[in-house]
């Protein structure tokens, strides 16, 4: 990109927002705004630093859920896991496994309500990441395991009508997850979400999405923005009353 | 003094062990049999024989040496035991006009002398069905409740210090209620096996003897205690015929006095009849619903035509509008916990998009649908018990218009909530609004969110009051308020409304205490304030607690809906009979208890109480309440019927609520709900012990089977020797020397 896109995009985002401008985490979070928080680990935790703030921006943006632009940092083992209800899982690699505090912390969270997006960012399926996310899982989860979430799942309508699963790197055409009594408490995309979603503060992508590009972008913010708001509204949109809405627009 | 004796048997007074007299016995008898054989030809054998026969009684007399022996004996007299049945069906009438247990009484006044000499033979004892009967119990009505003839029988049994029974007499007239019956007219196995094994033979004697039995009787109605308002519900009534042919009769279902259905029954005699009907309760709250058929001529129990029954009508479910402003964490686990609620049907609206907000795609890409604001909010509206408006901002949906629907709505009945947030409250744009008259808080233009940490804190009125009470009360309470989630933002309001009542306020801020939970009685309606967003962090909190402040999270919503549509048990003034079915005759105690809308004891305030039967009988009382806020009071001599009492309680003039509650009274005895006699079942105890069935009409006492007395004491006794005298050796010289003449004579010597 040239330097004068590069200016005017700037501009732009400034004048919108105030994604550019990362605020100061507070000591404490405002009970009122959604925030992502990203889960500290002993590894590669924060592979996409852009791509988080980026889906959360756009939430605002698009949606009228109040977003705290900033994602906050949590580790599983502390008190603090339990201030944010959304919490996000990225990574490269594979890591040494948690502690069992931190393994009970997260299982109290999500059967508490709480939702954990797992976002493989390694590219590749069955990488290290991915592997050792799921051997945490089954600890976690003993007796949920992880499955496909069907097509017709409210995650896929909760906002946007989606029928793909965007992300840099394709590997599934799905999403899995883990159900908690009947709510999808885990939902893992192979596809590295937030690589697609990256992009700096001068606007620029971080990463190139191959064939496709800005409609796959496109798709993984939105199917950034209706999980976030699954996480909110949870089955809202099954509802009877959205019902005959919803097949229409199908149609 | 002379010796009496009034009884002799023969005996041996022989030492020689009892085998060795046996044996010289035969030995005696062989001899003899030998001589008599040889005897054969003479032509005095009769007498030689004869002779001979003597003489070996005699040697027998001298082995035997036989006595008689003289004792005197007393017979100790068995037990004769006589059971009345006592249940309140012997107060039923005759065939004679008077009662059974009349009946009974008159027999037993003209059987004086029978008695006596019953009374020389066996030792007369009488019971009642559950003990020993005095001569005092016995001139009382009989009152018993339920007629257990086996279990009397063997009551009895069990008594006399186990002297012996010669046997028994039963008085009843057969209508048990115990399961003494098996197949109809027969007794039950068990029955019978108890009977036998009682050992004694048990008669029976029918009192009801002699005239017909007409009855028709409701003998069960089977509905449920509870049930949804607008949901068909099914009645079972069981009717029986008694003393007539077939016939057909009308049924008819009530609610306290409104007739709701009416259905014919064709009724035949020992085939019970079930009859449904179904209903649909269409009102909330509980009421008297009763069952009966009319009155036949010649009815000998007209209790049991009617039946009634209380039957409580609840909400099928709460019906909840949840209308947010935007999706938050407070408005999702809300949702969450509604959702998850049985008891509610929730119907949720919420904002996901602005007019400012761009999301990129085209409405046919997107799942979102219009706010239906004019349907939601006239047409629907009444459809809805509870509306909350959580961090909702009214004004860019244009529903100025609706708004006053609202207030109005609350006046009537509705229960309001607002949920804070930035676009609550005076955010929202309510002030000045109608929406302002039914908020608990007062509603400022320039309200402001404090983000601080802020810990619950319960007001005086909160401790008390039915929405805060997450645990048991008292001091677990407020233990459990002081342990839960800090929260993170408040909605600070100026104040509440002179008629509110705070319940939460904030404790550890900076401006002090804010107020976060706040009711207000509203005409009909109830409203709650919650000036925070962040009640949602007592669901997601750590294990480390327990689980109490997930506990907490849903008593506090459960008690705040049931506390919104006024829920009986939060009412404030509460009607509480002791019970809802008394007997006729029984006093009726009820107890008032009245409270301030933060649920404080009114004390000594007015209570006009009102208690009226479904016949329009009504009966007024002036209550005031003591300290506590309680008062009580007996009505006595209510006649029969389905009652329904309402109090209002007012002090000095100012209205503070009402209550009410309803009760019935009738006879539900099972005496009287199959009471005809039963003879036949009379009849097979008697057969199955080998007693005598009889009729109160027949010579009662003298055909009663019994057993004699079997055991006698003997006091002293004499032996008179038979052959240890005088005229036994004469008799024995005599017999000898007659043989021996004889068979000179004869040629043997």
Request: negative net charge; contains cysteine.
């Amino acid at each position: 990109m040239k330097l004068y896109a590069k200016a005017a995009a700037l501009v732009c985002l400034l004048a919108s927002s105030q994604v550019a401008a990362q605020p100061a985490l507070p000591s404490e979070p405002r009970d009122t705004d959604f925030q992502f928080a990203l889960l500290k680990y002993p590894g590669d935790w924060n592979p996409r630093p852009h791509g988080l703030p980026r889906l959360a921006w756009e939430v605002r943006r698009r949606t009228s859920i109040a977003v705290d632009l900033a994602t906050a940092q949590v580790d599983a083992e502390g008190e603090e896991l339990f201030n944010y209800p959304f919490i996000v899982w990225q990574g490269t690699r594979s890591f040494a496994g948690l502690s069992e505090t931190a393994i009970n912390n997260l299982r109290h969270h999500l059967s508490s309500g709480g939702t954990l997006l797992i976002d493989a960012s390694d590219g590749g399926e069955g990488g290290g990441f991915e592997q050792a996310v799921r051997r945490e899982l089954r600890r976690i989860f003993a007796d949920h395991p992880l499955e496909r979430v069907a097509p017709d799942h409210v995650i896929y309508k909760s906002f946007y009508l989606v029928d793909r699963h965007g992300g840099r790197t394709p590997i599934h055409p799905y999403l899995e997850g883990i159900f908690v009594e009947g709510r999808l408490a885990v939902i893992f995309s192979s596809n590295d979400l937030a690589g697609a979603m990256a992009r700096d503060e001068y606007g620029e992508w971080d990463y190139d999405v191959g064939i496709g590009g800005d409609a796959v972008r496109e798709v993984s913010f939105r199917l950034g923005v209706n999980m976030v708001m699954y996480s909110l509204c949870l089955d809202y949109k099954e509802d009877q009353v959205h019902i005959p809405f919803i097949l229409e627009r199908r149609r | 003094m002379q010796e009496t004796y009034n009884a002799w048997s023969l005996v041996s007074l022989s030492p020689l062990p009892f085998a060795w007299r046996v044996i010289a016995c035969l030995a005696v008898v062989a001899a003899v049999t030998v001589l008599v054989l040889s005897y054969r030809g003479s032509s005095r054998r009769v007498w030689l024989i004869t002779t001979r026969l003597l003489m070996a009684l005699c040697v027998l007399g001298v082995l035997v040496e036989p006595a008689i022996q003289l004792r005197a004996v007393r017979k100790i007299k068995n037990r004769l035991a006589v059971i009345v049945d006592r249940s309140a069906s012997m107060t039923l009438p005759s065939a004679s006009g008077t009662s059974r247990y009349d009946q009974l009484l008159g027999l037993v006044n003209r059987s004086a002398s029978q008695l006596k000499a019953l009374g020389e033979q066996h030792t007369l004892e009488w019971y009642d069905l559950s003990g020993p009967l005095s001569d005092a119990q016995l001139a009382t009505p009989p009152r018993g409740e339920r007629s257990d003839l086996l279990r009397g029988i063997e009551a009895a049994v069990g008594r006399g210090n186990g002297r012996p029974l010669s046997g028994m007499v039963l008085f009843s007239d057969g209508a048990d209620n115990a399961g003494l019956e098996g197949e109809p007219g027969k007794l039950g196995k068990a029955a019978s096996e108890r009977l036998e094994a009682i050992g004694v033979p048990i008669n029976t004697v029918n009192v009801a003897a002699g005239g017909a039995f007409v009855d028709i009787a409701i003998v069960d109605v089977v509905a449920d205690e509870f049930a949804f308002v607008h949901n068909t519900i099914s009645i079972e009534v069981q009717v029986e015929v008694t003393g007539i042919a077939g016939t057909t009769v009308p049924l008819t279902l009530k609610r306290e006095g409104d007739i709701l259905a009416n259905q014919e029954v064709v009724l035949t005699p020992g085939k019970p009849q079930i009859a449904t009907f179904k209903t649909k309760p269409d009102k909330i709250g509980e009421f008297v619903y009763s069952v009966s058929v009319p009155v036949i001529a010649g009815e000998s129990v007209t209790a049991n035509n009617e039946r009634s029954f209380v039957l409580q009508v609840i909400r099928d479910k709460i019906r909840v509008l949840q209308v947010a402003g935007r999706p938050s964490w407070d408005e999702r686990f809300l949702r969450q916990h509604l959702k998850e609620n049985p008891n509610v049907d929730l119907i949720s609206f919420f904002i996901l998009r602005t007019p400012t907000d761009i999301p990129m795609a085209d409405e046919s890409e997107m799942s979102l649908i219009p706010f239906p604001v004019e349907r939601l909010f006239t047409s629907e509206l009444s459809s809805f018990d509870v509306v909350i408006f959580q961090n909702f901002d009214y004004r860019p949906y244009q529903m100025e218009r609706y708004l006053p629907n609202i207030a109005a709505a609350v006046k009537n009945g509705l229960g309001f909530v607002m949920i804070g947030g930035e676009q609550s409250f005076g955010n929202g744009g309510y002030a000045r609004t109608p929406i302002e008259g039914i908020v608990p808080v007062r509603l400022d233009t320039q309200a402001t969110i404090v983000h601080e940490r802020a810990q619950a804190a319960l007001t005086e009125a909160g401790r008390r009051h039915p929405i805060t009470d997450l645990g048991r009360g008292g001091a677990s309470n407020e233990r459990i308020w002081s342990a839960l989630p800090p929260w993170l933002s408040i909605n600070r309001v100026s104040g509440i409304v002179q008629s509110a009542t705070t319940l939460v306020t904030t404790e550890g801020t900076k401006n002090g205490p804010q107020p976060v939970v706040a009711v207000m009685e509203v005409g009909e309606g109830r409203s709650m304030a919650i000036a925070t967003d962040a009640m949602w962090r007592w669901r997601l909190s750590s294990f480390r607690d327990g689980g109490a402040s997930q506990r907490a999270f849903h008593r506090f919503w459960s008690n705040a809906l049931r506390w919104l549509v006024r829920d009986p048990e939060h009412s404030r003034v509460q009607v509480l009979p002791e019970k809802r079915r008394f007997e006729v005759g029984d006093d009726v105690s009820v107890s008032f208890t009245v409270r301030e809308s933060d649920y404080q004891p009114v004390p000594y305030g007015d209570l006009d109480v009102t208690v009226e039967n479904d016949h329009g009988q009504a009966q007024a009382e002036r209550l005031l309440t003591n300290e506590q806020g309680a008062a009580r009071f007996t009505f006595k001599s209510l006649p029969g019927g389905a009652y329904r009492i309402r109090a209002k309680a007012t002090q000095q003039g100012r209205d503070l609520g009402s209550g009410q509650a309803v009760f019935v009274i009738e006879s539900r005895s099972l005496e009287l709900t199959r009471a005809a006699p039963r003879p036949d079942l009379l009849k097979a105890m008697a057969d199955a012990t080998s007693g005598n069935a009889l009729d109160i009409s027949a010579n009662v006492f003298g055909q009663l089977a019994t057993i004699d007395p079997e055991v006698v004491e003997v006091d002293r006794r004499r032996n008179i020797e038979l052959w240890d005298n005088a005229w036994a050796l004469v008799a024995l010289v005599a017999i000898f020397a007659a043989d021996w003449a004889l068979r000179r004579r004869s040629g043997y010597l």
